[in-house]
Nanobody, 130 residues
């Protein structure tokens, strides 16, 4: 099992930036791909970004491309989501999660579905005001 602790959420005006962090413990962090999801009131949980265990392959939902950057520092057992040019529609609870890749493509695999992930953080609120 992997334990995840998030930090960095808060209130920001439209156009501002936030950096979310996800500190992992319990298992070898570099064995897992990392993802960020968000859930706004009245909506289902939505994939935001993911990064493979190699750190080379990344994936983003269309609405955040060019504004958000996912990264990881395996030496620090930490994943990050840098969010720039924030919009009110980015307001949500943001969750980090990890999943274990399998098969011959595990070095580049990134999950995009909640069921692809096995461990989740507690969530951190991001509120963007206009």
């Amino acid at each position: 099992q992997v334990q995840l602790v998030e930090s960095g959420g808060g209130l920001v005006q439209a156009g501002g930036s936030l950096r979310l962090s996800c500190a992992a413990s319990g298992r070898t962090f570099s064995n897992y791909f990392v993802g960020w999801f968000r859930q706004a009131p009245g909506k289902e949980r939505e994939f935001v970004a993911g990064i493979s265990r190699s750190g080379v392959t990344t994936s983003y939902t269309d609405s955040v491309k060019g504004r958000f950057t996912i990264s990881r520092d395996n030496a620090k057992n930490t994943g990050y989501l840098q969010m720039n040019s924030l919009k009110p529609e980015d307001t949500a609870v943001y969750y980090c999660a990890v999943g274990l890749p399998v098969g011959v493509v595990r070095e580049v695999q990134v999950g995009v579905r909640p069921n692809d992930y096995t461990s989740w953080g507690q969530g951190t609120q991001v509120t963007v005001s206009s």
